[in-house]
């Protein structure tokens, strides 16, 4: 089971909106509803920030959401702050033995 | 407060085994699959082996598979994974994380984590 593609790095200002997006196969993202998001500081645990596609985890901010078409899962950010900078992984269900492929990482870089 | 606590990590030869434990609190264990998932000095998360509520039901990634074993004490309320024949690449913090309600993903609890360097 190969891991999701994510791009290295995005980057926005302040008040803008970023999309970051990860491809599967149909045997990952395009065969489940269950993509998620996870947002990691340096040195910290990784937290949950959108699950089965576009839910977010109560206290979550409503500037996460999530969408899919096809085999590519999307998260956007809107409204960016400081303080999401961080790296961002997503994730699929996938059914077989290997329950569980991530993606890359993506670094968000808040200019 | 709902808490993952990982313990056991330390520095081991190749070749070389290590128990990881985690310690868990505030929600009934038993209810939630769980897993753990590493990540290697400045890489990505890993997905390693994940455990059924009542342990009935274990999976592994294929770059584990044979050499590490997941288990839980739901009466202890502790996850562990046992990690046999060690190698450099196995290098990580270690995550434990809760599944979702009847899932296996969307983990919304994660620990601190545990490193486990495999060096000479």
């Known amino acids: 089971q190969s891991a999701l593609t994510q791009p290295a790095s995005v980057s926005g200002s302040p008040g803008q909106s970023i999309t970051i997006s990860c491809t599967g196969t149909?045997?990952?993202?395009?065969?489940?509803?269950?993509v998620s998001w996870y947002q990691q500081h340096p040195g910290k645990a990784p937290r949950l920030m959108i699950y089965?596609?576009?839910n977010r985890p109560s206290g979550v901010s409503n500037r996460f959401s999530g969408s899919k078409s096809g085999n590519t899962a999307s998260l956007t950010i809107s409204g960016l702050q400081a303080e999401d900078e961080a790296d961002y992984y997503c994730?699929?269900?996938?059914?077989?033995?290997?329950?569980?492929?991530f993606g890359g990482g993506t670094k968000l870089t808040v200019l | 407060e709902v808490q993952l606590v990982e313990s056991g990590g330390g520095l081991v030869q190749p070749g070389g085994s290590l128990r990881l434990s985690c310690a868990a609190s505030?929600?009934?264990?038993?209810?939630?699959?769980m897993s753990w998932v590493r990540q290697a000095p400045g890489k990505g998360l890993e997905w390693v082996s994940g455990?059924?509520?009542?342990?009935?039901?274990?999976n592994y990634a294929d770059s584990v598979k044979g050499r590490f074993t997941i288990s839980r004490d739901n009466f202890k309320n502790m996850l562990y994974l046992q990690m046999n024949s060690l190698r450099l690449e196995d290098t990580a913090v270690y995550y434990c994380?809760?599944?979702?309600?009847?899932?296996?993903?969307?983990?919304?609890?994660w620990g601190q984590g545990t490193m486990v360097t495999v060096s000479s």
């Open positions: 994730s699929s269900y996938t059914g077989s033995s290997t329950l569980v492929v």
């Open positions: 089965d596609v576009s």
């Open positions: 149909s045997s990952d993202v395009g065969g489940y509803n269950y």
């Open positions: 455990v059924s509520g009542t342990g009935g039901s274990i």
């Open positions: 994380a809760k599944g979702g309600v009847g899932r296996w993903d969307a983990f919304d609890v």
């Open positions: 505030e929600f009934t264990f038993n209810n939630y699959a």
